[in-house]
Nanobody, 123 residues
Framework: QVQLVESGGGLVQAGGSLRLSCAAS????????VGWFRQAPGNDREFVGHISRGGNTVYADSLKGRFTISTNNAKDTVFLQMNSLKPEDTAVYYCAADNNIYFIRLASEYDYWGQGTQVTVSS
């Protein structure tokens, strides 16, 4: 089991950057793959990106080149670096983890979730 604690959300102007953190409590991510999702009001929870246990990353097509997922050396924190933010990026962002994922873009595949952190991008 792993508990996830998110931080780093806030208000930023369009074109700015934020780095979100997802910290594992009591465990590392050594045996887990981690996904990032977001949900805006009135929208479904959508896939943002994913990092495998081996460090390979996958991103939503619309976000390629702007968002980057990484981990620290201790592998107890996963980061989502968000650059060139747009108003349409406004959403609650969630990190999620699981040790056995086949469909990495589906939220239902992940068993463990952070509490979510609000990101608001003003125009």
């Amino acid at each position: 089991q792993v508990q996830l604690v998110e931080s780093g959300g806030g208000l930023v102007q369009a074109g700015g950057s934020l780095r979100l953190s997802c910290a594992a409590s009591g465990r590392t991510f050594n045996t887990y793959a981690v996904g990032w999702f977001r949900q805006a009001p009135g929208n479904d929870r959508e896939f943002v990106g994913h990092i495998s246990r081996g460090g390979n990353t996958v991103y939503a097509d619309s976000l390629k080149g702007r968002f980057t997922i990484s981990t620290n050396n201790a592998k107890d924190t996963v980061f989502l670096q968000m650059n060139s933010l747009k108003p349409e990026d406004t959403a609650v962002y969630y990190c999620a983890a699981d040790n056995n994922i086949y469909f990495i873009r589906l939220a239902s595949e992940y068993d463990y979730w952070g509490q979510g952190t609000q990101v608001t991008v003003s125009s």
